[in-house]
């Protein structure tokens, strides 16, 4: 599952694609819960009201009812688990989400033993590549006309998620500095400042 950028799912290499944004809103919002909080069920009447909030209820389930099983059908039955009150995750699926991944990286960094205004040769190892994972923005031109806790969600994780991008950056710069780099140190204070000037 990709979310950094234009949001995407795959299984077993192909692309999955949807009739309807509201399959990639509720894997997005399942998986980053689940990355929040590992084991935690989500209800099926929360989820329906955050995805179609306006609906008459009967319609909104029958909808959340559908999608859900389209998702499980695509998923191949693997990583989505459900009952007759919640949706949650198998932690010990065979799944792999990038934004997960950029926050291991980062977290990685963290565990050197230099204090932490320092940047060793591995941490910039480490920091390139989470950064490469960072191919835009969280669920990068999507969201939801009808749904405005959900644009207020992904609104929140793209900010938090900005925050991370750019001190992960000043770290890039300043460690290419500091060990000769200066034109890999000059890019990434570029891309410091893009960032900055893209809020």
Known sequence: LFLLGIPRLQCDGALLQFDTRKIMALVAYVAVSSLEAEGRRLSRSSLVALLWPDLEPSRAQANFRRNLSLLRKALKGE??????????????????????????????????????????????????????????????????????????????????????????????????????????????????GRLGNDQ
Do not use: K
Not at 94 to 108: G, H, I, K, P, S
Not at 162 to 175: D, E, N
């Open 79 to 192: 990583w989505l688990e459900v009952d007759r009150e919640s949706v949650w995750t198998d932690p010990e699926a065979d799944f792999w989400l990038d934004m997960d991944q950029f926050n291991r990286l980062l977290r990685a960094c963290g565990t050197h033993d230099h204090p932490p205004e320092e940047v060793c040769p591995q941490c910039l190892a480490v920091l390139e590549e989470a950064a490469a994972l960072y191919e835009g923005d969280f669920l990068q031109g999507f969201g939801l006309r009808d749904s405005v806790e959900f644009d207020d969600w992904q609104f929140l994780q793209a900010e938090g998620l900005r925050r991370q991008l750019a001190s992960a950056l000043q770290q890039l710069a300043r460690g290419h500095a500091v060990h000769g780099n200066i034109e890999i140190a000059l890019a990434h204070g570029t891309d410091l």
